[in-house]
């Protein structure tokens, strides 16, 4: 098997963008800004919606505290995510708002399993499609996708900010990884992330009929990627 990058232009430029650089590298660092980060990027699409200005500002205050004198002061990394989010929403372009809200989801996850992947010729990479002696695996890109040859390991997740984006075509695609990498004998793993609550993501998926090799993996389980002990080694 191997990895050829996926031709998603809008999705590209997303991950290049410093909004999301800047974010995701904020939540990676304080894990306690991904949950109310989360439910803010889901909830809002546009900063024309009610309660968005009040909704940030109450981000901002999620980490502040009060000195002895009454004094409020929040924090520098998360004035800086909050700023960011507010660039990010006040972009004329939609599809760009759209893209790098998507960008996030991939881009967070992308940053919890990479450590797996560090040694020569193994790869973690966002937006490819699996293939071996050029024939597809998977028929669509797989938002993060990851492969050891050597350790025989492979992981495939399709991250949506909203439960409701996923399509058949998602289910199909890491169905058929799974299959792939079991018949060759690796060890692999592959879910649905979503920035919404375990229990609720479950419930909007039962459309979708999903297999039981693909997890789920929302706000109350998404850290646990960090640590799969079947892909450790």
Do not use: W
Request: charged share 25%; hydrophobic share 35%.
């Amino acid at each position: 098997m191997k990895l050829v990058p996926a031709s998603s232009p809008g999705m590209e430029a997303a991950h290049r963008h410093t909004n999301v650089r800047t974010t995701v590298d904020i939540l990676i660092q304080d894990r306690n800004l991904l949950i109310p980060t989360a439910r803010f990027l889901k909830k809002f699409t546009s900063h024309d919606q009610s309660d968005f200005e009040e909704s940030l500002d109450a981000l901002r205050l999620f980490r502040s505290r009060s000195d002895s004198n009454g004094i409020v002061t929040t924090p520098d990394h998360v004035i800086t995510l909050t700023q960011t989010l507010s660039k990010l929403y006040q972009q004329r372009d939609l599809d760009k708002i759209k893209y790098q809200r998507g960008a996030i989801v991939e881009s967070l996850v992308r940053q919890l399993i990479r450590h797996r992947y560090d040694r020569p010729g193994e790869l973690c990479l966002n937006n490819q499609r699996f293939v071996e002696n050029y024939k597809k695996i998977t028929v669509k890109e797989v938002d993060v996708a990851a492969l050891s040859t050597t350790r025989l390991k492979a992981e495939g997740y399709e991250c949506k900010v909203s439960p409701t984006s996923f399509e058949p075509y998602d289910r199909i695609n890491l169905s058929n990884l799974a299959d792939a990498a079991n018949d060759r004998h690796y060890r692999v793993n592959v879910g649905f992330v979503a920035f919404e609550s375990d229990s609720v993501m479950k419930i909007k998926l039962v459309r979708l009929e999903l297999p039981s090799v693909i997890k789920l993996y929302g706000l109350d389980s998404i850290e646990s990627l960090q640590h799969l002990s079947l892909l450790e080694n």
